[in-house]
C-alpha cells in the first residue's frame, strides 16, 4: 500500500512538473504572431475610476479640452527643447483612454493609462516615499515570484532620458513632466498579463519602471497608478513584444461620450487586422522625436465640406520641430485636433463661410464657436471635413469635428486628435511605417 502510494505520489508530482514547464495557451511563447485585443475605457465613462458623476457632458467636454490644451503645449514645448530637455513629453494624468492590466506572480489587477505618445511602460510600488494616495493598492516587488531588477548597464536603461546608477548598480530613473510632476524609481523586468475576453494573455520579462517616489503628482495618479507606453520608441510595449505581434497594433475609440459607457479596444497582432468589408487606405507613418517616439504624419491638404482648400503650408515653426511644415503627430492622449496658426486660419475662413450659424467670441479666442438651438440634431447643417494625407483621404463627420462646447479644431502645435478618430479602425504598422484606417463601429459591450 505504501509502495503504491509513493507511485501514484511520483507520478502526481510528475504530471503537475509537466504542466508547469508545458507553455500556457495564452502565454507569449504559444504562437507566432500573437493576437490579444484589451477593452478600453474613455476616462468619463462611469466604468472608469476618474469619473465624477456630478459633471454634466459639458463639463467634461470643458475638461477634456483643458488636458488637450495642456498635452499639445507640452509636446510642443518638448520638440522645442528636446536637445537640451531630459524629461518626458506627456503629463501622466492627462491621458484620456484607460485600460488594464495585471503584474506579478501572483498578478496583482492595475488600472494604466493608454498613452501612444510615451514609451515607457511603469507603475506605482511600494514602498513609495512620499507617495499620496492609496498606498496599500500599490504593486509590491518583494509579494511577487517573478519581479526582477535591471542593472544600469542594460540597454534598457541606457536609452531612458535620465537614469542612474544605484550602490548596488540597479537601474535608477527619473522622468519630469510638463506639469511639474515627477516620478521617480527602478528600472525591473516582470510578467504582464491582459484579459482578452477568451483568455488571460500572459506576457513575462517585460521591462517596466517600479515608481518609488512621485513629486507634485497629478490627482488622477491616485486612481491610476500607471502608464502603458505606446510609442515608437525601444522601451514601448510595441516595440518589446514586437517579434510576436510583428509589431502591429491598433484601437477602434467610440464616440465621445456615448450614453451606455461603451468601450473601444485596442488590438495586437492578428487581431489587428482589418475585416474584408472594410474600405481601408493607409498613409506613410515616420518617426517623430529625438528616440522616434511619436507617429508622424504628411498632411497635404483639407477640404471643408466639397471645397478643397488647397492649403498653403508656410509654418516656419512646424518645419523647424517636425522636419516639415506638413507634418503632423496622430496622437490618441489628445483629444482635439490641432493646426498650425497659417493652416487654421485657412480651414477657420472656410468653415465659417460654410456655418450659418450667430458666431460669437469666448474668452479662449483660439476658438471658433457658434450658436445653436438647444434641442433636434446639433450637427445638422454642419460641414464635414477631409483631411487629405499622403495617398489617403481620412473623412471626418461633424462629430468629429465639432463639440457642444466648441470646434474641436484649432490653431498650436499641429496633432491629429483622437476626437477626430472616433468611430475609426485607426492600424499601426511600425515594421512598415504605415498607418491604416477605415471606417468602424467601435462601440463594444
Not at 104 to 118: K, Q
Not at 283 to 298: D, E, F, R
Not at 303 to 315: M, T
Request: aromatic share 10%; net charge negative.
Amino acid at each position: 500500500m505504501a509502495a503504491l502510494f509513493s507511485s501514484l505520489a511520483f507520478r502526481l508530482l510528475l504530471q503537475l512538473l509537466v504542466l508547469a514547464i508545458l507553455p500556457n495557451p495564452f502565454t507569449i511563447f504559444a504562437s507566432k504572431p500573437l493576437g490579444f485585443s484589451i477593452d478600453l475605457i474613455h476616462r468619463d465613462s462611469s466604468l472608469s475610476p476618474l469619473c465624477d458623476p456630478s459633471s454634466s457632458l459639458t463639463q467634461r467636454a470643458e475638461q477634456a479640452a483643458l488636458r488637450s490644451m495642456l498635452h499639445s503645449s507640452q509636446i510642443a514645448s518638448w520638440f522645442a527643447n528636446y536637445t537640451s530637455m531630459i524629461s518626458s513629453p506627456v503629463t501622466p494624468g492627462l491621458g484620456e483612454f484607460l485600460m488594464k492590466l495585471s503584474l506579478g506572480t501572483p498578478p496583482r489587477l492595475n488600472w494604466a493609462i493608454m498613452d501612444t505618445g510615451s514609451d515607457l511602460i511603469w507603475t506605482m510600488c511600494r514602498p513609495c516615499v512620499p507617495c499620496f494616495g492609496k498606498t496599500k493598492s500599490m504593486f509590491d516587488p518583494l509579494q511577487s515570484s517573478t519581479y526582477k531588477n535591471q542593472r544600469c548597464s542594460t540597454s534598457f536603461c541606457t536609452i531612458l532620458p535620465q537614469y542612474g546608477c544605484t550602490t548596488n548598480q540597479l537601474c535608477e530613473f527619473r522622468y519630469s513632466y510638463g506639469d511639474k510632476s515627477t516620478v521617480e524609481g527602478i528600472l525591473a523586468s516582470e510578467t504582464l498579463l491582459f484579459d482578452d475576453g477568451a483568455g488571460t494573455v500572459k506576457l513575462p520579462g517585460i521591462v517596466f519602471g517600479c515608481v518609488h517616489n512621485e513629486g507634485a503628482p497629478n490627482p488622477a495618479l491616485l486612481e491610476v497608478p500607471g502608464l502603458v507606453g505606446l510609442g515608437g520608441g525601444p522601451p514601448s510595449l510595441v516595440n518589446q513584444i514586437g517579434s510576436f505581434i510583428d509589431k502591429e497594433f491598433a484601437y477602434c475609440l467610440p464616440p465621445y461620450g456615448n450614453e451606455n459607457n461603451s468601450m473601444g479596444q485596442l488590438k495586437f497582432g492578428e487581431d489587428s487586422e482589418f475585416s474584408g468589408k472594410q474600405e481601408v487606405q493607409e498613409t506613410p507613418m515616420a518617426p517623430g522625436g529625438s528616440q522616434g517616439t511619436y507617429y508622424v504624419l504628411n498632411l497635404t491638404d483639407i477640404s471643408v465640406g466639397d471645397n478643397r482648400l488647397n492649403i498653403q503650408f508656410g509654418g516656419a515653426q512646424t518645419n523647424a520641430l517636425l522636419g516639415d511644415a506638413r507634418s503632423i503627430i496622430i496622437d490618441s492622449g489628445t483629444a482635439l485636433t490641432y493646426l498650425a496658426k497659417d493652416v487654421y486660419d485657412q480651414v477657420a475662413n472656410a468653415v465659417a463661410n460654410a456655418i450659418n450659424h450667430e458666431r460669437f467670441y469666448p474668452p479662449k479666442q483660439d476658438y471658433q464657436c457658434y450658436h445653436f438651438e438647444n434641442n433636434g440634431d446639433p450637427y445638422e447643417g454642419l460641414p464635414e471635413m477631409t483631411f487629405h494625407f499622403a495617398n489617403a483621404d481620412w473623412k471626418l463627420p461633424p462629430s468629429n469635428i465639432f463639440w457642444m462646447v466648441e470646434s474641436g479644431i484649432t490653431e498650436r502645435f499641429p496633432i491629429f486628435g483622437n476626437v477626430a478618430q472616433q468611430n475609426m479602425h485607426v492600424k499601426y504598422d511600425l515594421g512598415k511605417g504605415l498607418l491604416s484606417f477605415a471606417p468602424a463601429e467601435c462601440i463594444q459591450g
